[in-house]
Nanobody, 125 residues
Framework: QVQLVESGGGLVQAGDSHWLSCEAS???????????LGWFRQAPGKEREFVASIHWVGGIADYADSVKGRFTISKVNAKNTVYLQMNGLKPDDTAVYYC???????????????WGQGAQVTVLS
């Protein structure tokens, strides 16, 4: 199993920068794990949508078109932690942000096996 714990949710102003972190642990996780960690978000009345992902070993990153150029996903393997740096935040970025672990590159939440509890990010206009 993989356990994922997010931190860093909160209220921010439009145009500001903010970051989230997600710490991974569990029997199925190690420093040589060949899977990936990703971020999804879900706003009220909307489907859960892909934000970004990164391979734990290879470091290849993918981004949704809606956040390209604004958000950056990164990792510190020694801390078992993945980060999401969010710049130029907009009110429509307001959502619950979820960290997820999967086995292959995918933008579909169905291809991710483990999920964090979610962190609320609210962007004030």
């Amino acid at each position: 199993q993989v356990q994922l714990v997010e931190s860093g949710g909160g209220l921010v102003q439009a145009g500001d920068s903010h970051w989230l972190s997600c710490e991974a642990s569990g029997r199925a996780f190690s420093s040589r794990w060949m899977g990936l960690l990703g971020w999804f978000r879900q706003a009220p009345g909307k489907e859960r949508e892909f934000v970004a992902s990164i391979h734990w070993v290879g470091g290849i990153a993918d981004y949704a078109d809606s956040v390209k150029g604004r958000f950056t996903i990164s990792k510190v393997n020694a801390k078992n932690t993945v980060y999401l740096q969010m710049n130029g935040l907009k009110p429509d970025d307001t959502a619950v942000y979820y960290c997820a672990a999967g086995s292959r590159r995918s933008a579909s939440p169905r291809n991710y096996d483990y999920w964090g509890q979610g962190a609320q990010v609210t962007v004030l206009s």
